[in-house]
Every structure is written in structure tokens, then in C-alpha cells.
């Protein structure tokens, strides 16, 4: 039975590092909106704001790092999750906003 090149075998340090960060993010970021919204709810839509993009970065890194030790191999491996996450957080914040000028508002 033949190992696989350096290169090509899994590693889980990554993956594992990018959940646990991205774990406690969602707890700092839910606490951060929850003791911003139960002052008024402005700054709850102001704190919501703050936090979606690095939320947005930390999810969407966290399962791009995942997907990437199946899928990828080499140096594209590291560098993925951060190209995910910059774009994930882009989407989530342009999706907070979306809610909160259009939907929101309608509520």
C-alpha cells in the first residue's frame, strides 16, 4: 500500500481551527447584536451591521476550509478559505442591508 505525497494527505488542523474560531465568533457576534437590540433597536440594527461581515468571513471560511481538505490539494488549500470568506462576507453584509432597508421596514 503506497501513502499518498506530503501534498496530497489530509490534515485536520485547519479545518478544526477555522470551526472553533468560527464557534466562537457566532457566540461573540450573537452576544454583541443581543445586548446592542435589548438597549433599542436601532442599535441592534447598527450592532447587526457590525457584525455580518465577520461572521459572514467566518462561516463561509470555515466551510471552505472543510470542503477544501476533500477537494484541494497544495498551497490552494490554505489560500481558500480566506478567498471564500472575504466573498461570504461581502454577501452577508450586502444581504443585511437588503433586510434591513427592504424588509425589515415592512414588518
Do not use: H
Not at 485536520?12 to 438597549?39: E, F, K, S
Not at 440594527?45 to 471552505?64: H, Q, T
Not at 443585511?96 to 427592504?102: E, H, N, Q, R, S
Amino acid at each position: 500500500m503506497q501513502d499518498k505525497p506530503v501534498e496530497q494527505q489530509r490534515a485536520w488542523t485547519a479545518p478544526v481551527v477555522w470551526l472553533v474560531v468560527a464557534g466562537i465568533g457566532m457566540v461573540i457576534c450573537v452576544a454583541v447584536v443581543g445586548v446592542a437590540g435589548y438597549g433599542s433597536e436601532s442599535a441592534g440594527v447598527a450592532a447587526s451591521y457590525m457584525v455580518a461581515f465577520p461572521l459572514g468571513f467566518l462561516c463561509g471560511g470555515s466551510l471552505a476550509a472543510l470542503a477544501g481538505n476533500f477537494f484541494l490539494t497544495g498551497r490552494v488549500r490554505l489560500a481558500a478559505p480566506f478567498g471564500c470568506g472575504l466573498l461570504a462576507g461581502v454577501v452577508a453584509l450586502l444581504m443585511t442591508f437588503v433586510f434591513f432597508a427592504g424588509i425589515f421596514p415592512a414588518l
